[in-house]
């Protein structure tokens, strides 16, 4: 299973497991409008097991960003490895996201 | 199930006004179950691989596979496990998702080449084409907050070079690799 949900109080964690890619974006997509439709507010998207996001992940998450804010949640985004911090580094998202070390910060800054 | 086949010699254009003449001597490795067709030489410098895909699922595997085609010319480098895989990740994922239009009649088509300085790759789809100077710059302040515009701003940034055919459905990436290790080592 590419994600895994769970809550930790009032947050909602999604784990994303090995890639977030064009083939599973919109699943991801799903889940959280799900839970938000569901009256969830506070979200971590946590990458401590994932090795790889394309565009099409990244676009996602900034499609997800704004429905949360829409929604006057909060969104962090924890435990991104070198590669992925490179990533949102050269384009420009580490301005866009709340950026964690790990998921106990995140969870600790909503 | 596997099968070989015999070589054959092919001219290919790369990107701009540079004609590249490559020999192909492969051997094509049927896939079980028809996902896709990959035809791996032995790995070494001169060598050429070759990948056609059809999906967007057969993406990582495919990259995978041509990431193993080079390491054992290249090394395990940074280069080659992150530039490299986002760069030609990038390349087919545009290249089935916009040029081909997710049509699974269509190929693309995937060639590496294998230099002394790095790694050449072409990636051909069977689109219209389209043209990449119109492609909005992602990381301004106005289109950051945008879901789309980051594949080719990826492949530019990550790759030493990045030329687009005439028409726009081919687009050929160089990546410069240094390190070389034992040119004869065979891929998998």
């Known amino acids: 299973m590419p994600f895994s949900v769970r809550r930790a109080g009032e947050a909602t964690v999604v784990e994303v497991n090995g890639q977030l890619t064009v083939g599973n974006r919109q699943e991801l997509k799903d889940i959280v409008l799900e839970c938000l439709e569901e009256g969830a507010r506070s979200f971590v998207v946590d990458f401590a097991r994932t090795d790889y996001v394309d565009s099409s992940g990244l676009g996602v998450l900034v499609s997800l960003s704004k429905k949360i804010r829409e929604a006057e949640g909060e969104l962090r985004l924890s435990s991104l490895n070198m590669d992925l911090q490179t990533l949102f580094e050269l384009t420009k998202l580490d301005t866009l996201f709340q950026i964690c070390g790990n998921l106990e910060e995140a969870l600790a800054s909503l | ?188």
């Open chain 2, 1 to 188: 199930m596997d099968s070989a086949e015999l070589s054959q010699s092919a001219e290919h254009r790369v990107a701009g006004n540079r004609e590249q003449h490559l020999r192909e001597e492969a051997v094509v490795i049927g896939r079980p179950v028809g996902a896709h067709y990959s035809v791996y030489p032995a790995a070494q410098r001169g060598g050429t691989a070759l990948a056609l895909i059809r999906s967007i699922c057969e993406i990582e595997e495919a990259v995978e596979d041509l990431i193993h085609c080079c390491a054992p010319v290249y090394g395990d480098s940074r280069r080659l496990r992150f530039n490299f895989r986002v760069g030609v990740t990038e390349a087919i994922a545009n290249a089935i998702l916009y040029g081909n239009e997710e049509d699974p009649t269509k190929e693309v088509r995937v060639e590496l080449l294998l230099e002394d300085e790095g790694i050449l790759v072409q990636v051909t789809d069977e689109g219209r084409g389209f043209d990449p100077a119109k492609v909005p710059d992602p990381t301004l302040p106005e289109n950051v907050g945008k879901s789309a515009y980051r594949g080719i701003f990826l492949m530019r940034e990550l790759m030493d070079d990045v030329r687009f055919s005439e028409e726009g459905n081919s687009v050929t990436l160089a990546l410069r690799l240094a390190e070389k290790r034992d040119p004869s080592a065979q891929c998998r």
